[in-house]
């Protein structure tokens, strides 16, 4: 079983969504990646930023998934980054009503002693400096490393995320985003220019629409589960990426036929997360109820046609 | 083996995208339907009505492909029904330019008598009195019966296709269009309505994201195969139609085990109608490319996962 570092936002959110709104609640990609990950049991540690506004239960809550948050830096003097955002009925696009940075603005991870060994390393969706600073940190080169990124940092911060790209195995992108970054309409086309920027393997994210996983000329692609009701799509890219990393962590197997599992456990927990505001649904998660719906998964995706 | 009867248009198109331009070329759903549907070496008759201009080298091509044109009636003083359109750079949407019906306008179609015993059934997107007119000609009850539409009958015979849709089993429909008979926004939601209609298996067809089957609480989803290059999208949903019904006619096995495969042979079939434009390349198609092309399929869908 290998280690997980996972760099990322530990935040307060304010949501609104057609089932009701939220006062601040617990947020962030770092936040969602560790819940995620602590199905597996592997030892995941989450490198953030709070203020001296961020409630301790949520770290003890952290902690007691088993969760090492020695890598969240508290600022005492400093607020926690905060967003509030508006979903439209249809759950697929949104309005950012408010984003305070505050004390992310001044971010430097630090990474612990103990996870500068980690096999995996997950780069959330922050600026590309901040991401490669992470990777200098490491003792060697991780055995996989997985990054996050938005068209955010393509139109201001291009040629950094072209150099960390270079330095990383998976980058995760939702399809306007690796249209953007490629140039090219087709998602297979674009998967083979994002290739030739350095990741072997490109996860494209198209949220109801389910993840295609490129690497050459192999594709696979994971359905997202269809739901009667999606109640809040916060967190669910970070816990689909969070799922991802902590299965392959977890089994320590790198090649093209595990990341198939790992996508599915990836779309598999992003199900759970929409459920319900939040992390609610995610820090309540049982591994009983995460076997069940993969054998929904199955039920979904899997046929038997003998070849003629 | 059983016997499909297909009830459609047989049509000329004259068809834009940003790869070129045609004059009129052979089009229509019957002629998608019918050409897919011969893959898999099933009697299939299609009904349907041409003009005298309809040149005499498609319905001979069609026979050659084991296609039964006795049900294609030719208005020797009437044109052939006319559709042009050009498709928008992202190959999703289309502008209709010209819609002439022809001889399409007063339509009766006529069931030969050696398919009025038809095991299947498909009634493609026609007026609901119409459809339902080819179920009153046969024999029996067919033992499965799929019927395709779209939001235009919806607005001007909704009535009517209610009624229609009491008589069949299968329903393929568009994410729109479930939403817009359904009045559900969440396709899961969506298709229980749309069950309560009539319809024990709903088919939602998403385009490039793939195709959902329900029946009851039993789902199974299809990716569209992603592809490079789509040339020409016109009868990629009637090829989906028609490997559908051609599997299911070919296999006599009416299951929801034996639907998903449909399902697969349906998405594999109309991966390969997008290639070129109009016909030109399900004319060419061969088995041993379809059979490769499965393989594909398993590969971006099929993953092995150990329960835990």
Chains 1, 2 share one sequence.
Not at 72 to 99: A, C, P, Q
Not at 287 to 300: A, G, H, N, S
Request: charged share 20%; glycine share 10%.
């Amino acid at each position: 079983m290998g280690k997980l570092l996972a760099v990322g936002t530990v935040a307060y959110d304010a949501i609104e969504t057609p089932f009701g709104k939220t006062d601040k609640i617990l947020g962030g990609s770092g936040t969602f990646v560790g819940l995620a990950a602590s199905q597996f049991g592997v030892q995941t540690g989450v490198v953030s930023v709070v203020g001296g506004d961020f409630s301790q239960s949520y770290l003890d809550m952290m902690e007691g998934k088993g969760i090492d948050t020695t890598g969240i830096e508290i600022v005492k003097d400093g607020k926690t980054f905060f967003w509030s955002g508006k979903y439209h009925n249809d759950m697929n696009s949104r309005d950012t009503l408010i984003t305070e940075l505050n004390v992310l603005e001044t971010f430097n991870p630090v990474v612990p002693e103990s996870f500068k060994d980690a096999e995996v390393v997950m780069l959330g969706n922050l600026h590309p400096l901040t991401q490669a600073s992470v990777l200098d940190q490491m003792n060697e080169r991780p055995k996989l490393v997985v990054l996050d990124t938005m068209n955010f940092w393509m139109d201001i911060a291009l040629n950094d995320l072209h150099e960390v790209l270079k330095r990383i195995d998976v980058i995760t992108i939702n399809d306007e985003e690796a249209r953007q970054l490629s140039g090219e309409y087709s998602l297979v086309n674009a998967a083979k220019k994002i290739h030739e920027m350095g990741p072997k393997y490109v996860v494209i994210k198209k949220g109801e629409h389910g993840a295609l996983l490129f690497n050459d000329d192999n594709m696979f692609y994971a359905p997202a589960l269809p739901l009667a009701e999606v109640f809040d799509p916060t967190g669910a890219g970070d816990t689909f990426a969070g799922g991802f990393c902590g299965y392959l962590a977890k089994t320590e197997n790198y090649s093209f036929e595990n990341m198939k599992n790992a996508i599915i456990y990836g779309s598999n927990l992003a199900s759970f997360c929409v459920e319900k505001f939040g992390t609610q649904r995610m820090e309540a998660l049982t591994k009983d109820e995460v076997q069940t719906r993969l054998q929904l998964f199955k039920q979904l995706t899997q046929f038997d046609i003998e070849l003629q």
